[in-house]
């Protein structure tokens, strides 16, 4: 039987901060087991995780026992922490990308567009921010923390998406290490390749506004598949552009540009 794909493991490098002594008595403790250090981490990290790969049911146990006796949790209390503890981001960001598609699709409204189809689009706006609204009670009530005096629902769309790579990309493996660098910059040439490149899909598709159904899904994957075709264009897709996407309101340049650098993880 073949492997699923979420079992496989490959080599990853991380960069741990130890000092001589624990890395002294780790290998010590490897060398008792007859194991290497990094298969002493990956069995910690398997039974911890509870994967496959796992070592027993007693060992997952007392790995999670070990986690929570260590208070993590209580000491990293942002929106973001609170998404990954409860597998909540996917469903989060799809709440928060219908969010703000509909409101660029209020914003660049026609003129003669019809009222009825602007007061539809009020009222799903209106409708899906309950739904973001919910998240940040959900939040509030977790934390214990019913004030909401530090808390506003613009104040954790904006942690959520400081942190969206490590929330919704398996291949980012820490969260600590997801907030923003220090002078990390959009590209203005990239952004605007972008954005043009969406423009184009647009008007070859003859629409003005994001199409519903399973028309906008076409667009986005042919969008993908233009940002292919421009030369070193895919390679030089950063973080901060896609962030910068989603400030200017060009929401299916960046699902098409996440969707390419996704299958080009499974490119030979």
Same mark, same amino acid.
């Given at each position: 039987?073949?492997?699923?794909?979420?079992? *496989? !493991?490959?080599?990853?490098?991380?960069?741990?901060?130890?000092?001589? #002594?624990?890395?002294?008595?780790?290998?010590? &403790?490897?060398?008792?087991? $007859?194991?290497?250090? $990094?298969?002493?981490?990956?069995?910690?990290?398997?039974?911890?995780?509870?994967?496959?790969?796992?070592?027993?049911?007693?060992?997952?146990?007392?790995?999670?026992?070990?986690?929570?006796?260590?208070?993590?949790?209580?000491?990293?209390?942002?929106?973001? *922490?609170?998404?990954? !503890?409860?597998?909540?981001? =996917?469903?989060?960001? !799809?709440?928060?990308?219908?969010?703000?598609?509909?409101?660029?699709?209020?914003?660049?409204?026609?003129?003669?567009? #019809?009222?009825?189809?602007?007061?539809?689009?009020?009222?799903?706006?209106?409708?899906?921010?309950?739904?973001? =609204?919910?998240?940040?009670?959900?939040?509030?009530?977790?934390?214990?923390?019913?004030?909401?005096?530090?808390?506003?629902?613009?104040?954790?769309?904006?942690?959520?998406?400081?942190?969206?790579?490590?929330?919704?990309?398996?291949?980012?493996?820490?969260?600590?290490?997801?907030?923003?660098?220090?002078?990390?910059?959009?590209?203005?040439?990239?952004?605007?390749?972008? #954005?043009?490149?969406?423009?184009?899909?647009?008007?070859? &598709?003859?629409?003005?506004?994001?199409?519903?159904?399973?028309?906008?899904?076409?667009?986005?994957?042919?969008?993908?598949?233009?940002?292919?075709?421009?030369? $070193?264009?895919?390679?030089?897709?950063?973080?901060?552009?896609?962030? *910068?996407?989603?400030?200017?309101?060009?929401?299916?340049?960046?699902?098409?540009?996440?969707?390419?650098?996704?299958?080009?993880?499974?490119?030979?």
């Amino acid at each position: 039987m073949a492997e699923n794909k979420n079992t *496989q !493991r490959k080599a990853r490098r991380l960069v741990l901060n130890l000092d001589n #002594e624990e890395v002294d008595r780790l290998s010590r &403790y490897a060398i008792r087991g $007859g194991l290497t250090v $990094g298969t002493l981490l990956e069995d910690f990290a398997a039974d911890l995780t509870g994967s496959a790969h796992s070592c027993g049911s007693d060992e997952r146990d007392l790995a999670g026992k070990w986690y929570d006796r260590h208070g993590y949790e209580y000491e990293a209390g942002g929106f973001s *922490q609170y998404l990954a !503890r409860y597998d909540a981001a =996917e469903d989060f960001f !799809r709440t928060l990308d219908s969010y703000d598609g509909l409101a660029w699709d209020l914003d660049h409204a026609d003129e003669d567009d #019809e009222e009825d189809y602007k007061e539809y689009l009020k009222s799903e706006i209106a409708a899906t921010r309950e739904d973001l =609204e919910s998240y940040l009670n959900d939040y509030l009530n977790d934390t214990n923390d019913g004030s909401g005096a530090e808390y506003t629902l613009e104040a954790i769309i904006a942690d959520a998406k400081a942190h969206r790579k490590a929330l919704t990309d398996p291949e980012r493996e820490d969260l600590t290490e997801r907030e923003p660098t220090e002078g990390a910059e959009a590209s203005p040439e990239v952004v605007g390749k972008l #954005e043009a490149l969406e423009n184009n899909v647009y008007r070859e &598709y003859k629409v003005n506004s994001k199409p519903a159904g399973r028309t906008w899904l076409y667009m986005a994957l042919d969008l993908a598949r233009k940002i292919t075709e421009e030369p $070193g264009l895919l390679e030089a897709i950063t973080d901060a552009d896609l962030d *910068q996407l989603t400030e200017d309101n060009f929401h299916t340049a960046r699902h098409a540009a996440e969707v390419a650098r996704g299958l080009m993880k499974y490119t030979i």
